[in-house]
């Protein structure tokens, strides 16, 4: 018959007991343990109990002890009650908070949660995070962890060290890799894990050795080396990069990743954020003293800042230089990096508010130079203007002379150590009256652009000007609908036609310099808008009017556009005169413009279509056309199919996949090819293997940096769930690459993928 005592409180017991007990089939004893204030209650049921009141209990067959979080079994166990001690042996399984530890003799403090167990072998659940995930990134995986130790050490609630130990976050039966240690610490309030003598063993076979490796048990931020990264560039050579992050405090971090390459030699990376409700930034600075290749000192420093000032306004700084025009090309493993030629150098403060009755208005002052980068020799680049400053002012209210106010005005003075210098203020006031209904609207709209130029006389022979353009123009709209369906859904469908019509007098710009304006593509965002030309310095003489129908298939039960088809077409009622200089006018035969054909959405199950089409109708030739389709019927299975066109520049194909090749390999790769270069302008190919526990990738990745010039680069990553990634990583190659990657994203391996609070 089993036997339970309780052990709760003092109560009166048999004379019999008052000197010792031995119970096998009788009625359950209470005691009280030496610290019990709170009357939490221990309960110990074994086959066999005996003991003396008030000093211990010994309990024999099939024990199993129960207090409030924990649980323990053993074959044997004494529970000395002046100490809250327990000693088992024998099959023991310790039970506490979802922790399991089970090993052959178990010493432990019911109170302190001091302890230990000798040739253990434990089950950790993952702590819950204490912070959001950053935006944009999944959630960090939780993962529970699992091992074995000769000893491990119970030192307090939540804190752990094994000795001789072994760690893995794969499961149980799953032995592909895991952490071998000397001495483990397991810290589950502070979210660490410290190895000391430790190797990472990987399929039977260590491959890193640390005499100190320590890392995160829910990828949380802490101070450590991160694990190193190994590479192969062809501008660079063979590559390894030992980052170590330095949690300074909950809002400040920072990284120093040395990088030593083979043909160039070693360079410093240093990073630094910061983050305050009030301000926030971040400074990168980069050094490559005497690079082998260049022969040259070599530096990038990046400077970014927002701040929160007094009385609502703000400012801004992004400061940004390198050292030498071949900076990127040379060091970089991105094509998104290597293809900047020019860096910001600027600061702003802006500040909004309102005004009137539901008025609002923008004030901001800029300071902007830029850094020009001549990275090919054949494709020079013109250095745009400095603006020292310029001041901008917005402003829109409702409630003006029963219409809708709106302003745009700037001052800007412009500079350029070749071209024409000189100052333009700018003011564009106009009034729009909206006449809408449920299902149309007319918004026609008057105003006037006036501008005046003063001129550096040093720089040019021009004389100072102005001018003062009217503008006028007329919106409509109608919007038509029917129940329909598709692929057993319900859809609405709508039928959209849409007339913009502008009319601008001339009025002669030809003596005004060009400092910012040029001519617009046509596309969908521009045919509807009263300037072809961007910028202020050049304003369209028009008599135009602008004809387009938008048809859209919406879900109907909860309206979610599901595609969207349109066309759109400009004509002209007089020829052009104002124009760009060196840019030749439309051609005065020439009374329409393209027309422009799109479509986008969901244009069957699991296939997504965006498209676009220019037309010249004249000439019955395609201007420009970018087509695309992507199939993903599952995440990490995506195919993506482009093709763009532009007539007489560029004829590209471009198809990227991420596809499984079984259930646990995938293949990824891009292929961008010109056709009129009859070149690849960029390549990746690579392959994925998902352990559960742990993931391989191997990924070569190839790309145009200039007319004559190619980088090549080999990224070899392996990724342990839970712990670190080794290698060099190629997961921002893959997302940029691979429209619709996925991965499974766990431990962070840069200062960036960690987050800051208050984000």
């Not at 501008?235 to 030593?260: H, K, M, Q």
């Not at 008025?359 to 680049?381: E, K, N």
Request: glycine share 6%.
């Amino acid at each position: 018959m089993r036997v339970t005592l309780a052990v709760l409180c003092a109560l009166p017991l048999a004379a019999a007991a008052q000197e010792g007990l031995t119970l096998k089939s009788q009625p359950s004893l209470i005691l009280i343990p030496p610290s019990n204030t709170d009357a939490v209650p221990l309960f110990i049921e074994a086959d066999n109990l005996r003991g003396r009141n008030d000093r211990e209990t010994e309990a024999e067959g099939d024990v199993r002890l129960r207090k409030r979080g924990k649980a323990i079994f053993a074959d044997w166990l004494r529970y000395d009650k002046p100490e809250d001690e327990i000693t088992a042996v024998g099959n023991v399984r310790i039970d506490q908070r979802g922790d399991v530890t089970e090993g052959d003799r178990l010493h432990f403090n019911l109170e302190t949660e001091r302890g230990f167990m000798d040739k253990s072998r434990y089950s950790l659940t993952p702590a819950a995070p204490v912070a959001p995930p950053v935006a944009g990134f999944p959630p960090f995986a939780a993962t529970d962890a699992r091992g074995s130790a000769e000893r491990l050490l119970f030192e307090g609630p939540r804190l752990y060290r094994a000795q001789m130990a072994q760690y893995t976050t794969c499961a149980p039966g799953n032995d592909d890799w895991f952490i071998r240690a000397r001495d483990l610490l397991i810290d589950k309030d502070h979210d660490l894990g410290v190895a000391r003598d430790a190797s990472i063993v990987f399929m039977g076979v260590p491959i890193f050795y640390s005499p100190y490796l320590s890392f995160s048990l829910h990828q949380e931020r802490k101070s450590g080396f991160l694990t190193p990264t190994y590479g192969s560039t062809s501008t660079s050579g063979a590559e390894f990069t030992l980052p170590y992050y330095w949690n300074i405090a909950p809002n400040r971090d920072a990284t120093i990743s040395p990088r030593i390459m083979t043909k160039r030699g070693v360079q410093l990376n240093t990073e630094f954020r910061y983050l305050d409700p009030r301000y926030n930034g971040q400074l990168q600075v980069e050094y490559l003293p005497n690079d082998n290749l260049a022969r040259l000192d070599r530096s990038g420093v990046f400077f970014k800042h927002s701040q929160a000032l007094p009385y609502g306004w703000d400012g801004a700084l992004d400061l940004q230089t390198v050292s030498d025009d071949k900076y990127f090309t040379d060091l970089a493993t991105l094509s998104t990096v290597t293809s900047q030629t020019v860096l910001p150098r600027q600061g702003s403060l802006s500040r909004s508010g309102t005004w009137g009755q539901g008025g609002t208005y923008g004030f901001s002052a800029l300071v902007q130079r830029w850094q020009t980068l001549q990275v090919d020799p054949l494709a020079p680049i013109t250095s745009p203007y400095t603006r020292q400053p310029q001041l901008m002012l917005t402003a829109y209210n409702q409630n003006i002379l029963r219409s809708d106010f709106d302003f745009v005005g700037n001052f800007v003075d412009f500079n350029h150590p070749t071209l024409v210098n000189g100052q333009r203020y700018m003011a564009y006031p106009s009034l729009s009256l909206p006449l809408q209904t449920s299902y149309a609207y007319v918004t026609p709209k008057i105003g006037v652009n006036l501008a005046h130029y003063a001129l550096d006389k040093n720089t040019t022979t021009l004389p100072n000007t102005s001018r003062a353009v009217p503008i006028f123009s007329a919106e409509s709209s109608l919007v038509l609908e029917r129940d329909t369906s598709a692929y057993g859904q319900r859809l609405t469908q709508t039928l959209e036609p849409k007339l913009y019509y502008v009319y601008i007098p001339y009025r002669d710009q030809s003596r005004i310099p060009n400092f910012e304006s040029g001519l617009q593509d046509i596309n969908f965002a521009t045919i509807y808008s009263e300037n072809q030309f961007s910028g202020y310095d050049r304003i369209n003489d028009a008599n135009q009017v602008t004809l387009g129908v938008t048809s859209r298939f919406l879900n109907a039960d909860n309206g979610v556009e599901r595609l969207r088809v349109g066309v759109a077409q400009r004509y002209y009622f007089r020829p052009q005169e104002v124009t760009l200089p060196g840019v030749p006018p439309r051609s005065a035969q020439r009374s329409t413009s393209d027309l422009l054909a799109a479509v986008s959405g969901t244009v069957a199950p699991y296939w997504t279509a965006e498209g676009g089409w220019q037309y010249n109708t004249d000439l019955s030739q395609t201007q420009r056309a970018n087509i695309g389709a992507r199939y993903q019927p599952q995440p990490g299975k995506v195919l993506n199919l482009t093709y763009r066109h532009t007539a007489d520049v560029l004829k590209q194909t471009d198809i990227s996949a991420q596809w499984p090749l079984s259930s646990q390999w995938s293949a990824v790769g891009r292929w961008n090819y010109s056709v009129l270069d009859k070149r690849t302008v960029e390549a990746l190919a690579g392959v994925e293997y998902n352990g559960g526990c742990w993931v391989f990738r191997a990924v070569a990745h190839r790309f145009v940096t200039a007319t004559q010039e190619v980088s090549t680069s080999i990224f070899l990553q392996l990724e342990l769930n839970g712990v670190s990634r080794i290698g060099s990583n190629p997961l921002d190659v893959l997302r940029r690459n691979i429209s619709g990657y996925g991965h499974q994203y766990s431990q962070p391996q840069r200062a960036e993928d960690y987050y800051l609070p208050f984000r």
